[in-house]
């Protein structure tokens, strides 16, 4: 199985500061015939189910704010926030849906 | 607009069997994949296995295989996933999801979770 690390375990920002999540992949998800790297992002708040932010790893889905981005490719991508809101408040996953799919453990966004 | 609701939360003894359904509703229930992820407080999500409603054919991850049955019934757009020989581990937030296109991989229309609490 492929193993999803995220790091930090949480941080706290104050508002307006930019956030960056990474998340590591034990192998490389980029699928070589379509270049594309099978990793998506989700953010849940409390009560909720997860809620799809970016797939193929940089794709934003439909109506989630310009702030949310993702980069990375191979094993090693990054989520960043550019500028923290307070409805950003929430943990966030990564997924990998290369082999199999498995989630990160996840990442708590609080502000300071 | 795309849904999945899902079926109240359950109380069961070790041992017993659950069966959490999900009903979906505003596209062709026929056309995508459901699956089925688990959550334990405090835990990351974790996928149990897929279904396709067209043909009933299934996924299951190895570590529920034997426990783990994913059906449907296309006359009522619902999918159902019973887990038998529960014990404590299986004290989670029980979720359906689709995906937004191809059935790739990552979920865009999830339901609301079906809380299930094994305890003697």
């Known amino acids: 199985d492929i193993v999803m690390t995220q790091s930090p375990d949480s941080l706290a920002l104050s508002l307006g500061e930019r956030a960056t999540i990474n998340c590591e992949s034990s192998?490389?998800?980029?699928?070589?015939?379509?270049?594309?790297?099978?990793l998506a992002w989700y953010q849940q708040k409390p009560r909720q189910p997860p809620k799809l932010l970016i797939y193929w790893a940089s794709t934003r889905e439909s109506g989630v704010p310009d702030r949310f981005s993702g980069s990375g490719s191979g094993t090693n991508f990054t989520l960043t926030i550019s500028s923290l809101q307070a409805e950003d408040v929430a943990v966030y996953y990564c997924?990998?849906?290369?082999?199999?799919?498995?989630f990160g453990q996840g990442t708590k966004v609080e502000i300071k | 607009q795309v849904q999945l609701v899902q079926s109240g939360a359950e109380v069961k003894k070790p041992g017993a069997s659950v069966k959490v359904s999900c009903k979906a509703s505003g596209y062709t229930f026929t056309s995508y994949d459901i699956n089925w992820v688990r959550q334990a407080t405090g835990q990351g999500p974790e996928w149990m296995g897929w279904m396709s409603p067209n043909s009933g054919n299934t996924g299951y991850v190895q570590k529920f295989r034997g426990r783990v049955t994913m059906t449907r019934n296309t006359s009522i757009s619902t999918a159902y996933m019973e887990l038998s020989s529960l014990r404590s581990e299986d004290t989670a937030v029980y979720y359906c999801?689709?995906?937004?296109?191809?059935?790739?991989?990552?979920?865009?229309?999830w339901g609301q979770g079906t809380l299930v609490t094994v305890s003697s």
């Open positions: 999801a689709r995906a937004l296109y191809d059935n790739y991989g990552f979920y865009y229309s």
């Open positions: 997924q990998q849906y290369y082999s199999s799919r498995t």
């Open positions: 192998q490389s998800v980029l699928y070589s015939s379509n270049n594309k790297n099978y």
